[in-house]
């Protein structure tokens, strides 16, 4: 059974940093993308990062790149999220994606094929 179970969201001001972490279990192999999107209230849910098995490549989108970092422990099965300077703009729920044996970083929603929980954060003062 496949698991993610993401952590470290929270309140914090604006310009302040977070660290997200997603554990992932009963996945196999060793290709498969890790990705984090968000969703904020009446909106759609939206890619955030991307990182390659190897950690090789990556991918942000443009609203973050610059202030996040996405990273993965292998050995640990954990990927996770810096969020500095953030932003009211940010609040959101965060969740963590698989994609198992992509051809590429995807950015659609669609092509993952497990997510965790979420996790909410909030940036306000």
């Known amino acids: 059974q496949v698991q993610l179970v993401e952590s470290g969201g929270g309140l914090v001001q604006p310009g302040g940093s977070l660290r997200l972490s997603c554990a992932v279990s009963?996945?196999?192999?060793?290709?498969?993308?890790m990705a984090w999107f968000r969703q904020a209230p009446g909106q759609e849910r939206e890619f955030v990062a991307g990182?390659?098995?190897?950690?090789?490549?990556?991918s942000y989108s443009d609203s973050v790149k610059g202030r996040f970092a996405i990273a993965r422990d292998n050995a640990e099965n954990t990927v996770y999220l810096q969020m500095n300077s953030l932003k009211p703009e940010d609040t959101a729920v965060y969740f963590c994606?698989?994609?198992?044996?992509?051809?590429?970083?995807?950015?659609?929603?669609?092509?993952?094929?497990?997510w965790g929980q979420g996790t909410q954060v909030t940036v306000s003062s």
């Open positions: 990182i390659s098995w190897s950690g090789g490549t990556i």
């Open positions: 994606a698989a994609d198992y044996w992509p051809p590429a970083i995807s950015t659609i929603e669609s092509a993952y094929d497990y």
């Open positions: 009963g996945l196999t192999g060793n290709n498969y993308v």
